[in-house]
């Protein structure tokens, strides 16, 4: 006699704590045609407070070398903010300004007294990143009692000496004891302004943990989507 053991309902729970989660929101402006969208500057890369204390401190880095890497693949280059400078309406140098204007310069310095750099060029778009999440936790999962089908193989003979053979169903439970797993978290938010009114045109904010995965992966794969998303504006925008 030989017996195995077919467990579904078990299955399925342990695949569960394994399901990645995700959640996106996006804003668009209805009234922009976003033809020049290839000429923007990125205003700057932010790392904000973090839900989880195992935060990579190469976050910007990365994520700037990612947006880099993945705008270039659809043919939108975009200029660092070095050796850029901000200028907003009121000509202080800061990202919270109301007018965001990019200023390219020439690495001859600006003259004594100038306002702004020689050989300027000014940028229609910037982008604003914002990373408010990007590393990972433990996180301890509760032990519990699990119910489970244990079938019975069977072979047993008739008093006309034929064999048969069946399966016996025996229901049984077992304790499923206390699990650390580990948990990478991102959550990156780009915000794409219109220089010339200081709006935001185009917003969208990507969340993801999974516990299958890297944080440096899922990075990737945000900036790769994000980039995916102004091609897609480029060419509605042409058409």
């Given amino acids: 006699m030989k017996k195995f053991t077919f467990c579904l309902a078990t299955f399925l729970l342990c695949l569960l704590p394994f399901t990645a989660q995700a959640e996106k929101?996006?804003?668009?402006?209805?009234?922009?045609?976003?033809?020049n969208i290839q000429d923007i500057v990125l205003e700057g890369v932010n790392l904000t407070t973090a839900k989880n204390a195992n935060v990579d401190r190469f976050a910007v880095d990365k994520?700037?070398?990612?947006?880099?890497?993945c705008l270039a693949e659809k043919n939108i280059p975009l200029s660092?903010?070095?050796p850029l400078v901000l200028y907003p309406s009121t000509g202080a140098s800061t990202l919270s300004g109301k007018m965001r204007t990019?200023?390219?310069?020439?690495?001859?310095?600006?003259?004594?007294?100038?306002?702004?750099?020689q050989n300027t060029k000014v940028y229609p778009y910037s982008l604003a990143v914002n990373i408010n999440d990007y590393g990972y936790n433990y996180v301890t999962r509760a032990g519990y009692w699990d119910t489970y089908t244990e079938w019975i193989d069977n072979d047993w003979q008739d008093h006309h000496g034929h064999w048969h053979h069946d399966s016996i169903p025996i229901t049984r439970t077992?304790?499923?004891?206390?699990t650390t797993v580990k948990i990478c978290y991102v959550d990156i938010e780009f915000s794409l302004y219109d220089t010339t009114k200081d709006k935001v045109i185009f917003n969208k904010r990507d969340t993801r943990d999974r516990e299958t995965d890297t944080p440096d992966d899922?990075?990737?794969r945000i900036c790769k989507e994000f980039a995916e998303d102004l091609q897609k504006l480029h060419d509605k925008g042409k058409a």
């Fill in 218 to 220: 899922m990075a990737k």
């Fill in 102 to 117: 990019a200023v390219e310069t020439s690495k001859t310095p600006a003259l004594a007294g100038s306002k702004e750099p």
């Fill in 63 to 69: 994520v700037e070398g990612y947006l880099e890497t």
């Fill in 80 to 82: 660092l903010n070095d």
């Fill in 25 to 35: 929101s996006i804003y668009q402006s209805p009234r922009v045609k976003f033809q």
């Fill in 174 to 178: 077992r304790y499923i004891p206390p």
